[in-house]
């Protein structure tokens, strides 16, 4: 039943990611950068949708949870980004490339968060090392970023060798990597 739930909240999730990319894509924006948004908008709405209804968490979240789920979904959203981009050089359709993506996420993400992040007291995880992300939240929003400016750089290298690199691709991995750097002479 879990899984159901989690594949009703996931179709919402797809449709905030695919009407927020499709909508960008509209206003000029390439297929590439419209996804980065709307990967971020979805994850948001699935996190709190997956806590209270799939996996039916009634605490407060703690800042590992928090952590381990975005270490999860990051890593899901990269996978996500990497199929999806591959896709789109292949000359697949946006929506076509986006559906795709997001099925073949969805799998490895419902057991991802069913047995690293939604857990309840009575499951535990066996981990060998403490995880390798930072725990102040400066640091966890500095790690996505710089996630971010790695997926913009690979798919950018792509368009270079394609011969589609764009201005606002340029600018946007520039911005990133200011922001980032920002957050590093801050803390």
Avoid at 10 to 21: C, E, K
Avoid at 31 to 48: D, G, S, V
Avoid at 75 to 99: D, G, K, R
Avoid at 154 to 166: D, L
Wanted: charged share 15%; glycine share 6%; hydrophobic share 55%.
């Amino acid at each position: 039943m879990a899984f159901i739930r989690f594949l009703i909240v996931g179709g919402l999730g797809f449709v905030i990611d695919s009407g927020i990319t499709l909508t960008l894509i509209y206003f000029g924006l390439s297929a590439f950068i419209a996804r980065l948004p709307a990967i971020l908008a979805a994850m948001a709405f699935t996190w709190l949708a997956n806590r209270r209804i799939t996996f039916r968490l009634g605490t407060k979240p703690s800042g590992k949870e928090v952590m381990r789920y975005f270490t999860v979904a990051i890593s899901m959203a990269c996978f996500n980004y990497f199929l999806f981009s591959l896709l789109i050089m292949l000359s697949w359709p946006a929506f076509l490339a986006i559906t795709f993506a997001t099925a073949a996420q969805t799998v490895l993400s419902f057991y991802g968060y069913k047995k690293l992040v939604f857990r309840t007291h009575n499951e535990r995880v066996v981990t060998q090392e403490p995880s390798p992300l930072p725990t102040a939240p400066h640091k966890t929003l500095q790690t996505a970023l710089w996630i971010v400016a790695l997926m913009l750089l690979i798919t950018n290298v792509a368009f270079k060798y394609r011969g589609e690199f764009t201005a606002d691709s340029a600018n946007l991995l520039k911005s990133v990597h200011n922001f980032a750097g920002f957050w590093e002479k801050e803390r």
